[in-house]
């Protein structure tokens, strides 16, 4: 598949997904089903745990071309309503659970809580849905990485396809925390993402005559400074979330 466009219509579902997991997540968190003594509390797999002072401070807290402003529009929007699905996500089942929280927060839920079923099978077909565009976009980088050597894979894309799905497959089969994975994932995508990434770009940029000119020896220094700054950060927390 060379173009994404088919998909389109199939990842609206898993968005609405998505959003019904939300809400689930947010009744349940305000509804007192899982609180002791509530009607789900005994069939749920861990009893919920929180802090005295956690508890408390939950419980208190509350470019001018048409196209590149539609893009930017559309950027900010999918980004930002993403944000809230995982946000409130993250903060209904802590609220709901507490320390006791899952990895995987629907795995805290009652095998009897019809609405938590529901919420898995959104999972799967969130899953369903949205796991072709991801996964195009990895194959993508993969070939890029490549580079010339990626020839005789885009001859033979289905070949292609088959051995990085099975490589992926095989790695999520062996994985069994998924909050260490997405504590490893952050702390190494996050660090390059934010300290090293950018300053390097910019020296690159300087350095072949892209864009403005340097700012001075201050800022070619900053810009050196994040990058090792940037690797300390991702190894120490890389480590932390792998203890």
Same mark, same amino acid.
């Given at each position: 598949?060379?173009?994404?466009?088919?998909?389109?219509?199939?990842?609206?579902?898993?968005?609405?997904?998505?959003?019904?997991?939300?809400?689930?997540?947010?009744?349940?968190?305000?509804?007192?089903?899982?609180?002791?003594?509530?009607? *789900?509390?005994?069939?749920?797999?861990?009893?919920?745990?929180?802090?005295?002072?956690?508890?408390?401070?939950?419980? =208190?807290?509350?470019?001018?071309?048409?196209?590149?402003?539609?893009?930017?529009?559309?950027?900010? *929007?999918?980004?930002?309503?993403?944000?809230?699905?995982?946000?409130?996500?993250?903060?209904?089942?802590?609220?709901?659970?507490?320390?006791?929280?899952?990895?995987?927060?629907?795995?805290?839920?009652?095998?009897?809580?019809?609405? %938590? =079923?529901?919420?898995?099978?959104?999972?799967?077909?969130?899953?369903?849905?949205?796991?072709?565009?991801?996964?195009?976009?990895?194959?993508?980088?993969?070939?890029?990485?490549?580079?010339?050597?990626?020839?005789? %894979?885009?001859?033979?894309?289905?070949?292609? =396809? %088959?051995?990085?799905?099975?490589?992926? =497959?095989?790695?999520?089969? $062996?994985?069994?925390?998924?909050?260490?994975?997405?504590?490893?994932?952050?702390?190494?995508?996050?660090?390059?993402?934010?300290?090293?990434?950018?300053? *390097?770009?910019?020296?690159?940029?300087?350095?072949?005559?892209?864009?403005?000119?340097?700012?001075?020896?201050?800022?070619?220094?900053? $810009?050196?400074?994040?990058?090792?700054?940037?690797?300390?950060?991702?190894?120490?927390?890389?480590?932390?979330?792998?203890?």
């Amino acid at each position: 598949m060379r173009s994404l466009a088919p998909l389109a219509k199939f990842s609206v579902l898993g968005v609405l997904s998505n959003v019904y997991i939300s809400a689930f997540v947010l009744l349940r968190a305000c509804d007192g089903s899982y609180r002791q003594g509530g009607a *789900l509390a005994r069939a749920a797999p861990a009893l919920p745990r929180f802090a005295a002072e956690a508890g408390g401070a939950w419980r =208190t807290a509350t470019d001018g071309r048409k196209g590149g402003r539609r893009f930017l529009a559309v950027s900010l *929007l999918g980004f930002t309503a993403s944000a809230a699905i995982f946000c409130s996500v993250m903060a209904g089942g802590f609220l709901t659970f507490g320390s006791a929280s899952a990895g995987l927060i629907l795995n805290n839920y009652a095998a009897t809580d019809s609405l %938590a =079923t529901l919420a898995r099978l959104a999972i799967l077909l969130s899953l369903i849905t949205g796991y072709p565009i991801t996964f195009f976009s990895a194959r993508s980088q993969v070939l890029g990485l490549l580079g010339g050597n990626a020839k005789y %894979a885009e001859r033979r894309p289905g070949m292609t =396809t %088959a051995a990085l799905l099975s490589l992926f =497959t095989l790695a999520a089969l $062996n994985l069994r925390n998924l909050g260490r994975l997405a504590a490893f994932a952050g702390a190494c995508f996050g660090s390059f993402l934010i300290y090293i990434a950018p300053p *390097l770009m910019v020296l690159m940029a300087q350095r072949r005559g892209i864009g403005p000119p340097a700012g001075g020896v201050a800022e070619r220094v900053i $810009n050196m400074g994040l990058i090792p700054l940037g690797v300390c950060l991702g190894v120490l927390g890389a480590l932390q979330s792998l203890r």
